[in-house]
């Protein structure tokens, strides 16, 4: 073997080895879950529409799955900036018109007074606002229905298949 490459690769091992373990260690479930494109009322509204279109019941719904995070999480991250304008604006207006409808904000409606709201989105004239109530049911149920509870409960998935036991006396 040539001396030059072995000497190369053992320094970027030991060069590695020394820093990965200060990168790596600054990463928790804190870190990544923190987004800033939305506002403290932006993702309570989404927890609130994600709520509305999967409701708690004798099983978990999109609130007891966590799905709220998932979304401004793949909002934030997958999202381009006109379609979180978007997400913005259809937020907005569904507050808007909670307003308007039922003079109070969509936070603080019934149930069937959200539902009514989210379903005179789905049909309006107006192509963001549809957009953004297919936008958000199409992602909810996508959250919903990957999330690790429906996943193991529901769907039977398992994630390794299959046991190992790492320490077995072996009988001979």
């Avoid at 993702?43 to 529409?49: L, N, P």
């Avoid at 999109?62 to 995070?69: I, Y």
């Avoid at 549809?130 to 999330?147: L, P």
């Amino acid at each position: 073997m040539n001396r030059r490459k072995l000497l190369k690769s053992v320094a970027l091992s030991l060069g590695s080895g020394l820093v990965l373990p200060n990168w790596a260690n600054a990463w928790n479930s804190n870190t990544w879950q923190k987004t800033e494109k939305f506002t403290v009322f932006e993702s309570d509204m989404i927890s609130e529409i994600a709520a509305t279109f999967i409701p708690e019941g004798e099983i978990l719904g999109a609130k007891g799955v966590e799905v709220d995070k998932f979304l401004t999480r793949l909002f934030a991250d997958c999202y381009i900036e006109t379609d979180i304008q978007k997400i913005k604006n259809g937020i907005q207006n569904l507050d808007k018109s909670g307003f308007e409808k039922f003079k109070a904000s969509f936070l603080k409606c019934s149930n069937t007074q959200k539902e009514s709201l989210l379903m005179e989105f789905s049909s309006h004239t107006d192509e963001e606002k549809k957009w953004f109530f297919n936008t958000m049911k199409s992602e909810t149920v996508r959250g919903y229905t990957t999330s690790e509870y429906v996943m193991t409960k529901y769907y039977n998935y398992v994630i390794a298949p299959g046991d190992y036991k790492g320490c077995v006396d072996i009988k001979q």
